[in-house]
């Protein structure tokens, strides 16, 4: 398996698998292992490959098994969940520091190929976004919606992330979660 920063040329194998698991297109035995809820269009999907360097994939072959998205807050402030979440960032501190657009990116969403789940593939996508971020922001925060137990089991037991807060949009109800970029797997 080979980790890295995704290119364009990647672009074709990180639709195929975010259309898998995406909410409007999962199949019904997938969904209760999760799903992604965010859409893309090419042009926002070219800026956060080449802009943002924000696409973490993991690859077997030729074939991409997981990806990892994280950006600016910038970046995902053309989408209305992500301006809530911006909102109520100086809500809260982490490590002693009032949460800002300065001091924090966004990551997710993230997705692993079911064939390759609990195999540690999350693990290791998740710190090497991570990591992949460290040089620019001192902190990370993420959503997960109430309904994917998995990703707040993976989130929290996997990895090490912290609850912030919980909040609604569009009558969901969320989990958001931080956690310092610059640790290091357990
Ligand atoms: C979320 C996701 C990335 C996590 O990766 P993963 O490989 O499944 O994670 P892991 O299996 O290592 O860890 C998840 C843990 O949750 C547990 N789990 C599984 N189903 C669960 C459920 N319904 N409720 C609670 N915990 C659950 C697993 O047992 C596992 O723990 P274990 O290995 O100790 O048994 C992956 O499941 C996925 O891509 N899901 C579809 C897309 C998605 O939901 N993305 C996140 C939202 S953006």
Redesign the pocket.
Known sequence: MEIKIAGMNDLEGILALHKR?HVTSISPE?K???????NFTQEQLQALIEQERGITIAKDGDTVI?YAMAASWQFWSAWPLFIHMIQKLPEHSFNGQALSVENSYQY???????L????????AIFYASLASMVHRYPIMITF??KI????????T??VTMDTVCTFQFNNNDYYMLACPTNQKPA
Not at 116 to 123: A, E, I, L, N
Not at 148 to 155: D, F, G, I, K, W
């Open positions: 698991y997938d209760p292992d999760g799903f992604v809820t965010t997981a997710g969403p993230i997705c692993v190929d079911k390759y789940r609990s195999t540690g593939v999350f693990d997960i919606n994917n137990p998995r990703s707040y089991a993976a989130h037991k996997k």
